[in-house]
């Protein structure tokens, strides 16, 4: 068995900016953990949510702002954001079933580097392999909000139809997929080397190995 050397993990650090614009783009999964929780940022996000996070403001919006508005100072607004967004995560994996809206559930699982998004959503078409995949709620804790569809699973258990889409960080390109899959077949490359390296490692390897 190969054995793989063990490289610095790349691993996304969101800021403050980043965890409220994540928020302010499904408000309605804020109201869900607003309904459903008691926590110190209880009127804080409820404000949050009477102002619809500013999403008809035109001008660009600082944390000092909503915390000027709020009578808070910015390292407590810092803070519950964040709390807010890993909340909202969290009781997504413990009651999906409360997120449900029109559509067909759906299990999403995103990729980037080394960092991984899962959550449970309803959407009314399933995507199909490689279409384009904007989920901006994914890019404090994957670093992108663009995705393509790496892969669509299909089950039935306990009389339930079941859908998982694989994500993965940036856009397509079908052409190295392609002979990533040629790759695959001939042994050259494993689905440990696809787990263990970055794209552009396997990449460089494709590169050399189709060289001629």
């Not at 783009?25 to 209880?42: C, F, G, H, I, Q």
């Not at 670093?143 to 397509?172: A, K, Q, W």
């Not at 490359?189 to 001629?212: A, G, M, V």
Request: aromatic share 16%; proline share 2%; charged share 30%.
């Amino acid at each position: 068995m190969a054995r793989y050397k063990e490289r610095r993990k790349v691993i996304h650090q969101s800021d403050t900016k980043e965890y409220f614009m994540c928020l302010s783009s499904m408000p309605r999964w804020s109201k869900v953990l607003a309904e459903n929780t008691d926590k110190p940022y209880n009127l804080f996000l409820q404000f949050l949510l009477e102002k619809n996070y500013y999403n008809d403001r035109e001008e660009r919006l600082m944390i000092k702002q909503i915390a000027a508005d709020f009578g808070s100072d910015t390292s407590k607004i810092s803070k519950w954001l964040k709390q807010i967004y890993e909340d909202i995560i969290e009781l997504n994996f413990d009651k999906p079933e409360l997120f449900k809206s029109e559509g067909i559930k759906h299990s999403i699982h995103c990729r980037n580097y080394d960092n991984y998004f899962n959550f449970t959503v309803w959407l009314l078409v399933t995507p199909r392999l490689y279409e384009n995949f904007e989920f901006r709620f994914a890019e404090s804790t994957t670093g992108t909000y663009n995705f393509y569809v790496e892969r669509v699973e299909h089950s039935i258990d306990n009389n339930e139809h079941s859908l998982s889409i694989s994500l993965h960080g940036g856009f397509v390109n079908k052409y190295r997929e392609l002979l990533l899959d040629r790759a695959e077949f001939y042994g050259v490359i494993n689905s440990l080397d696809t787990f263990h390296k970055l794209d552009f490692q396997i990449d460089d390897e494709l590169k050399k190995f189709y060289k001629h």
